[in-house]
T-cell receptor
Framework: SQTIHQWPATLVQPVGSPLSLECTVE??????LYWYRQAAGRGLQLLFY??????ISSEVPQNLSASRPQDRQFILSSKKLLLSDSGFYLC?????????????FGEGSRLTVL | DAKTTQPPSMDCAEGRAANLPCNHS???????VYWYRQIHSQGPQYIIH???NNETNEMASLIITEDRKSSTLILPHATLRDTAVYYC????????????FGSGTRLLVRP
């Protein structure tokens, strides 16, 4: 069966510090991978999606970047965090071959920037 | 753009049916209707999806109007654990890449 893991689950970072959130998927190959962010009390905002290694599409301009160094690994990064980067970050995957559109989400990473 | 409109909040009594409406008046012929829900501090969970016909699974039923401009998610016997934000999403058939979430409906199930 397929599983998705992301970490860390919680982190508190000062403004201007770097960020690295990691997400890995097991039990499938060539997944589509996504990073979403949810600010407090708000809906889910799609940040990045990837259809393959090294292929990243950005949905909104921001202080963040994403990379996909391996087929089942998706990393969200920032060189210098802003207060507005605080939020709940969710990694997700779905299957290109299944094409059902169903997204499977990780447990989320809650980031607080102080 | 989310392309869907949902009421911001609803409530229902435990054990009763919860009927969550969604308006997608600009839906295209090749777009599916998807429903997800998000329980507080967790990732969204897939519930159901459909194209034209009504659908039912162990979690819910999806009723899509004949003109496909609106749909209703039905939780037949709501429990306290169904309290969550429910998202209605339309997705084109020719792209498996993106699901764009709107604001959703916050459903509160009352004891």
């Amino acid at each position: 069966s397929q599983t998705i893991h992301q970490w860390p689950a919680t982190l508190v970072q000062p403004v201007g510090s770097p960020l690295s959130l990691e997400c890995t998927v097991e039990g499938t190959s060539n997944p589509n991978l996504y990073w979403y962010r949810q600010a407090a009390g708000r809906g889910l905002q799609l940040l990045f999606y990837s259809v393959g290694i090294g292929q990243i599409s950005s949905e909104v301009p921001q202080n963040l970047s994403a990379s996909r160094p391996q087929d089942r690994q998706f990393i969200l990064s920032s060189k210098k965090l802003l207060l507005s980067d605080s939020g709940f970050y969710l990694c997700a995957w779905n299957s290109w071959t299944a094409n059902t559109g169903e997204l499977f989400f990780g447990e989320g990473s809650r980031l607080t920037v102080l | 753009d989310a392309k869907t409109t949902q009421p911001p909040s609803m409530d229902c009594a435990e054990g009763r049916a919860a009927n969550l409406p969604c308006n997608h008046s600009t839906i295209s012929g090749n777009e599916y209707v998807y429903w997800y829900r998000q329980i507080h501090s967790q990732g969204p969970q897939y519930i159901i999806h459909g194209l034209k016909n009504n659908e039912t699974n162990e979690m819910a039923s999806l009723i899509i109007t004949e003109d496909r401009k609106s749909s209703t998610l039905i939780l037949p016997h709501a429990t306290l654990r169904d309290t969550a934000v429910y998202y209605c999403i339309v997705r084109p058939m020719d792209s498996s890449y993106k699901l764009i979430f709107g604001s959703g409906t916050r459903l509160l199930v009352r004891p």
